[in-house]
């Protein structure tokens, strides 16, 4: 597979704010990919980021424990040139923040706690092209298994009306359902139960069908300007109008299923896509069919004031996706766990210049 013409190289003397940036935190969490592909090697994207070619930077991170900036910084700088890729209209990228919220949870229903938080049911099977029953949507990825064969898995609106009732499916039990969508969405939660134990869970699957965000819905019929979209304004919102949860929640057919996971490291987030555990500020979400997971990303948003950062210029890894992030310029920064993450991230919605840092071995044709 060829490198996508879409990349321009340049040089980290070109990128602004790199030699200001704290490389060791981002070799950090280069370093845990590395010993993550020790066991299974990363799928190589489409734009032809090939994965053998990370082999001379993997194998260095596992074996040197770098200690200051500045051999973090010439490490990247001795293994990668950084290219810049555009957004699909020839323009800048855009950034958004997701997180990993804490809910205060029970592990049996009550009256107060009675909004569910599913495991992947027994008859929720994967599908893909060469198992697809002609008719279905090709975009699911995801079936109900049935004596006649694979159908459209039940949706939100039907899970939450009872489908999947009297299954024992139930990992934990949350107060508020808008908090357990944002759960739903950020694909991962840190569960403070009400017997004192801290758990989380992670995702385990889906229902299949497309994610539709209350955002669109609610700018889309005039409720909230698109340009005052946030976390924070659409809970405002539902906090307001409590009647109308149900009707622009299940517009959102997509329903997500979790695994539980224990909390290793507290300073760490929810092992994600990449199957790294998540660093909060290094940690980004692209798009996988595209991009190579543990391609280490130079992000330059200078709008972006969240994150501590006046302006947002950081290096960052490829650790995990999500189904909205889609597009070779496009990213989900993520910031962390609990309510201040939190505050960060449902603000970011910023345009950004993305570099890719290629691997050397890939631009001269030496790739193993």
């Known amino acids: 597979m060829s490198l996508s013409p879409a990349f321009s190289e340049t040089s980290f003397d ?27 090697p990363y799928r190589t994207g ?20 770098l200690p200051n900036r500045s051999e973090a910084r010439s490490f990247f700088e001795r293994h990668f040139v950084p290219a810049r890729i555009g957004a699909e209209n020839g323009g800048a990228g855009l950034v958004t923040g997701f997180y990993e919220p804490e809910v205060e949870a029970s592990p049996l229903r009550t009256e107060r706690f ?20 002609a008719g279905m949507d090709p975009y699911l990825a995801f079936a109900r298994d049935t004596p006649n064969g694979p159908v459209e898995y039940f949706d ?28 739903h969405v950020q694909g991962a939660a840190r569960l403070k139960m009400t017997d004192g134990r801290l ?20 700018s889309e019929s005039g409720e909230i300007p698109l340009e005052k979209v946030t976390m924070q304004s659409i809970r405002a919102w539902f906090k307001a109008h409590p009647d109308r949860v149900d009707e622009i ?29 998540l ?8 798009d996988r069919l595209l991009h190579t997971f543990g391609t280490p990303f130079y992000i330059d948003a200078p709008s972006l004031t969240a994150f501590d950062a006046k302006p947002f210029r950081r290096l960052m890894i490829a650790q995990d996706t999500g189904s909205a992030i889609t597009g070779p310029a496009r990213g989900d920064l993520f910031a962390g766990s609990g ?12 345009a950004a210049e993305f570099y890719a840092l290629l691997p050397r071995a890939l631009i001269s044709g030496a790739v193993p």
């Open 339 to 350: 309510d201040a993450a939190g505050e960060n991230a449902g603000v970011v919605r910023n």
């Open 46 to 65: 489409t734009l032809g980021v090939d994965f053998n070619a990370f082999t001379a930077a993997y194998d260095e991170a596992r074996a040197v424990s």
């Open 14 to 40: 070109r990128l602004p704010g790199w030699a200001d940036d704290d490389h060791l935190a981002a070799f950090a969490a280069f370093r845990r990919s590395a010993l993550h592909v020790l066991t299974k």
């Open 156 to 183: 939100r609106g039907a899970i939450e009306r009872g489908a999947l009732d009297g299954k024992d499916l139930a990992i934990a039990w949350l107060a508020d359902k808008v908090d357990a969508f944002f759960v």
């Open 279 to 286: 660093t909060a500020g290094r940690s980004i979400a692209v």
């Open 114 to 133: 009675s909004v569910p938080l599913l495991s992947r049911p027994a008859d929720l099977v994967d599908v893909d092209d060469a198992h697809r029953p």
């Open 199 to 218: 758990c989380r869970v992670t995702y385990a699957a889906k229902s299949g069908q497309r994610f539709t965000g209350p955002g669109k819905v609610l």
């Open 249 to 277: 929640l299940r517009q959102n057919r997509s329903y997500i299923f979790f695994r539980e996971a224990v909390v290793d490291d507290a300073s760490l987030g929810p092992i994600a896509a990449a199957k790294v555990p």
